[in-house]
């Protein structure tokens, strides 16, 4: 059997991957049956664009759900330690880039789950790589994605 990838997330991740299925599969996947069974009505199949474009998306559909069935299958749940002095997986780093005191703070989680928007970096990005087995008030440097470096300290984690 070949080495399946896993997928770290926190408990909150897991739970809306879970959420998102349920959705795929009661709500999405009726929805575009329904729409195929309309555009079937309209006769001749092969000069149907309605149906052309139902089937498609029923494609892709049922790609989401088998994404989300492995990701949800392969997932490993991330369990907090308590211990707030060790920056990893499921916590929320605060940092201040070198020279200078304006604070950033990410939440490190699995890629299923990162958004950047909201705060949660993946833990296979630069940023977090560099911070992940680092400790309270350390100084780190971290390369970034354009090829430049950055020295933060770490002011809090949690």
Known sequence: MENQKQ?????????????????????????????????????D?????????AKDEQGFIEQDIQRVENMIRYAVII??????????????????ELPGDEE????????????????????ESPMAQSLIGKHLNDEVRVALPNGAEIDVKIVGIE
């Open 7 to 43: 997928y770290p997330m926190t408990r909150e991740g897991y739970e809306k991957l879970e959420q998102e299925l349920e959705e795929l599969k009661t709500v999405k996947r009726p929805e575009i049956v329904e729409k195929i069974k309309v555009a079937r009505s309209f006769g």
């Open 45 to 53: 199949l092969s000069e149907n664009s309605e149906y052309d474009a």
């Open 79 to 96: 369990e907090d330690n308590g211990d707030n002095n060790v920056v990893q997986i499921g916590k929320t780093v605060t940092f201040v």
């Open 104 to 123: 950033e703070s990410y939440k490190i989680v699995g890629s299923a789950e990162a958004d950047v928007f909201n705060g949660k970096i993946s833990n």
